[in-house]
Nanobody, 125 residues
């Protein structure tokens, strides 16, 4: 079992930055590919970014490419999402997820079998 806890969300003005963290416990995340997804009210959960277990592969949704950066520190059992140039349309609950490492940097939510509770990001215009 892997427990995931997100932090770092909050309220920020458009153009600002936030850094989300996802702290894992229970097992080392080096066994897992890690991803970030988000869900806005009334919308389906959507892929944001993912990173392979070794960090050699990253994947981004087109909507965040060039603005968000995913990274991981397996020694700290933590995954990060640096979000720059935030837009009001980035407002959502952000979820961290873990998938078996052979899924690499999957953008498919059903590949992920562990999920955190989410952290809210609100971007004001």
């Amino acid at each position: 079992q892997v427990q995931l806890v997100e932090s770092g969300g909050g309220l920020v003005q458009a153009g600002g930055s936030l850094r989300l963290s996802c702290a894992a416990s229970g097992r080392t995340i080096s066994r897992y590919a890690m991803g970030w997804f988000r869900q806005a009210p009334g919308k389906e959960r959507e892929f944001v970014s993912a990173i392979s277990w070794s960090s050699d592969t990253t994947n981004y949704a087109d909507s965040v490419k060039g603005r968000f950066t995913i990274s991981r520190d397996n020694t700290k059992n933590t995954v990060y999402l640096q979000m720059n140039s935030l837009k009001p349309e980035d407002t959502a609950a952000y979820y961290c997820a873990a998938a078996p490492k052979y899924y690499s940097a999957s953008n498919y939510p059903y590949d992920y079998n562990y999920w955190g509770q989410g952290t809210q990001v609100t971007v004001s215009s």
